[in-house]
Nanobody
Framework: QVQLVESGGGLVQAGDSLRLSCAASGRTFSNYAMGWFRQAPGKERECVASINWSGSSTVYADSVKGRFTISRDNAKNTVYLQMHSLKPEDTAVYYC??????????????????WGQGTQVTVSS
């Protein structure tokens, strides 16, 4: 079992930056690929970024490329999502997720075994 707890969400204005953190506990964190997903009201959950176990490989949704950066610190059992130039359309609940079954970062939610409870990000215009 892996427990994931997100933090760092909040209300910001368009153009601001925010950093989300996801603290993991349980099994060896470095064994897992990690992903950040988001879900806006009335929309499906989408992956915004994923990172492999070592941090050497990442993938991003087109909508966030150049604005968001995913990173991880295996010594701290934490994965981060640094978000810059936030837009109102980034408003959503953001979830982190862990996958024990993939070597490369993946965007499909079906690859992920464990999920956090989510943190709300609201971007006002």
């Amino acid at each position: 079992q892996v427990q994931l707890v997100e933090s760092g969400g909040g209300l910001v204005q368009a153009g601001d930056s925010l950093r989300l953190s996801c603290a993991a506990s349980g099994r060896t964190f470095s064994n897992y690929a990690m992903g950040w997903f988001r879900q806006a009201p009335g929309k499906e959950r989408e992956c915004v970024a994923s990172i492999n176990w070592s941090g050497s490989s990442t993938v991003y949704a087109d909508s966030v490329k150049g604005r968001f950066t995913i990173s991880r610190d295996n010594a701290k059992n934490t994965v981060y999502l640094q978000m810059h130039s936030l837009k109102p359309e980034d408003t959503a609940v953001y979830y982190c997720a862990a996958s024990s079954g993939i070597a490369s970062p993946r965007t499909a939610s079906g690859y992920y075994n464990y999920w956090g409870q989510g943190t709300q990000v609201t971007v006002s215009s």
